[in-house]
């Protein structure tokens, strides 16, 4: 996938922490993502990216495209239950 860059703040790495995730292992779902892999959230609407961690956790990543599809932000990401 032709990402330029992922968006952090220190309030969704704090939000990804408390799910006992890294900056690292959402990065590696994200970059993993073919772009048929896009779904949207159903409380949100937001696009989202189901995938596996390294260590193969399986992964949510809720995300907003920014520059034109170019780069995303990250909302949130959890362990899916």
Known sequence: MPLLLIFWNDIVLEKIAEH?????EVEAVVYAAREDDEQASRSTGRPLYLGDTPDGLTVV???EWIEHGAS???VTAYPKD
């Open 61 to 63: 990543v809720v995300f």
């Open 72 to 74: 995303i932000r990250i």
């Open 20 to 24: 006992g995730l890294t900056q690292s």
